[in-house]
C-alpha cells in the first residue's frame, strides 16, 4: 500500500504564510513528479505546483512568487511553502505523486486526503 499523508495546513490572516508537508510511504520502488493541487468549494481542482525527479517546478501565474515547491527525495517527502496569502487562496489541498510501486510496475498517481487552507480577510 501507498499512503500520502498531508499536513501544515490551517486558518491564517491574509499576507500571512504556512508550509504544507506531504509524506509518502509504503510499497514505494521510485518517485517521478510530485504536485500539489487545490479545490475550492464549487470549484475544479487545480495545479498548484509540481516538481519532477530532476527538481524542474511549474508554478502557474496565479501563485508564482508566492508559493515554493521543494521535496526532500531521500524522505519522499514533498513541501510547500505559502507566502503572501490570499482569501482567493482557500482550498483543500491535495498532494499528489506519480510513482512506482516495484520494477516492473508501471507508474500511476497516488493522492493525499488532503489539508484545508483557510485565509482570513
Known amino acids: 500500500q501507498v499512503q500520502l499523508v498531508e499536513s501544515g495546513g490551517g486558518l491564517v490572516q491574509a499576507g500571512g504564510s504556512l508550509r504544507l508537508s506531504c509524506a509518502a510511504s509504503g510499497s514505494i520502488f521510485s518517485i517521478n513528479a510530485m504536485g500539489w493541487y487545490r479545490q475550492a468549494p464549487g470549484k475544479q481542482r487545480e495545479l498548484v505546483a509540481t516538481?519532477?525527479?530532476?527538481?524542474?517546478?511549474n508554478v502557474p501565474d496565479s501563485v508564482k512568487g508566492r508559493f515554493t515547491i521543494s521535496r526532500d527525495t531521500a524522505k519522499n517527502t514533498l513541501y510547500l511553502q505559502m507566502n503572501s496569502l490570499k482569501p482567493e487562496d482557500t482550498a483543500v489541498y491535495y498532494c499528489?505523486?506519480?510513482?512506482?510501486?516495484?520494477?516492473?510496475?508501471?507508474?500511476?498517481?497516488?493522492w493525499g486526503q488532503g489539508t484545508q487552507v483557510t485565509v482570513s480577510s
Open positions: 516538481i519532477t525527479s530532476g527538481g524542474s517546478t
Open positions: 499528489n505523486a506519480a510513482l512506482r510501486k516495484s520494477l516492473l510496475s508501471q507508474s500511476r498517481d497516488y
